[in-house]
């Protein structure tokens, strides 16, 4: 099971603004990165670290962090946002650097 | 650019063994530290395993700890994944991706492969 909670699936309109949350006890101490993955492709990162994006990244992808919840706003959607969304971030507990990751969030752009 | 290349998978008996690779290039390879991520049909993302960029370090997930055995060659710019003792729940798409820190694990995942499938069946 996930240390790391989304909901499963979420929608939106066509140009309206979305918010995925992700939440988890890791949270409180690290911060979180985004993975937008299409169908049959490997997971792109789309925001890292506060609100880092990578080259390439649409400035309609945002992230925020509050307490142990970790936020991606996609801000003016578009079809090709529709993808599946994984948050992820370290965690140390039991003395043991690990991973985690959400559940995944499915994006329907409406 | 930066590419990683998976490589080894297949179709694989219950109890048997398994190599993964991954050749990377497009960057100072051993500058950063290595992950494999995996994904089983129709499921999310579950991280495996990641080595440090010296290979002095390893840390594995529970699912896998005692029968995947990470490593890297430097000089070849490649990591490995040992995978033991394999199980039906090991079916998966496996990754490798990079860190996107150097010298340092952040846990954030800059640069994927396209993955390989091993499917664990009798």
């Known amino acids: 099971s996930s240390e790391l909670t989304q909901d499963p699936a979420v929608s939106v309109a066509l140009g309206q603004t979305v918010r995925i949350a992700c939440q988890g006890d890791s949270l409180r101490t690290y911060y979180a990165s985004w993975y937008q993955q299409k169908p049959g492709q490997a997971p792109v990162l789309v925001i890292y670290g506060k609100n880092n994006r990578p080259s390439g990244i649409p400035d309609r992808f945002s992230g925020s962090s509050s307490g142990n919840t970790a936020s991606l706003t996609i801000t003016g959607a578009q079809a090709e946002d529709e993808a599946d969304y994984y948050c992820n971030s370290r965690d140390n507990s039991g003395n043991h650097l690990r991973v985690v990751f959400g559940g995944g969030t499915k994006l329907t752009v409406l | 650019q930066v590419q990683l290349i998976e490589s080894g998978g297949g179709v694989v008996q219950p109890g048997r063994s398994l190599r993964l690779s991954c050749a990377a290039s497009g960057f100072t390879f051993s500058m950063y530290a290595m992950h494999w991520v995996r994904q089983a049909p129709g499921k999310g993302l579950e991280w495996v395993a990641v080595i440090s960029y010296d290979g002095r370090n390893k840390y594995y997930a529970d699912s896998v700890k005692g029968r995947f055995t990470i490593s890297r060659d430097n000089s070849k710019n490649m990591v490995y994944v040992q995978m033991n003792s394999l199980r039906a729940e090991d079916t998966a798409v496996y990754y490798c991706?990079?860190?996107?820190?150097?010298?340092?694990?952040?846990?954030?995942?800059?640069?994927w492969g396209q993955g390989t499938l091993v499917t664990v069946s009798s």
């Open positions: 991706a990079r860190d996107s820190d150097m010298a340092t694990v952040v846990g954030f995942f800059d640069n």
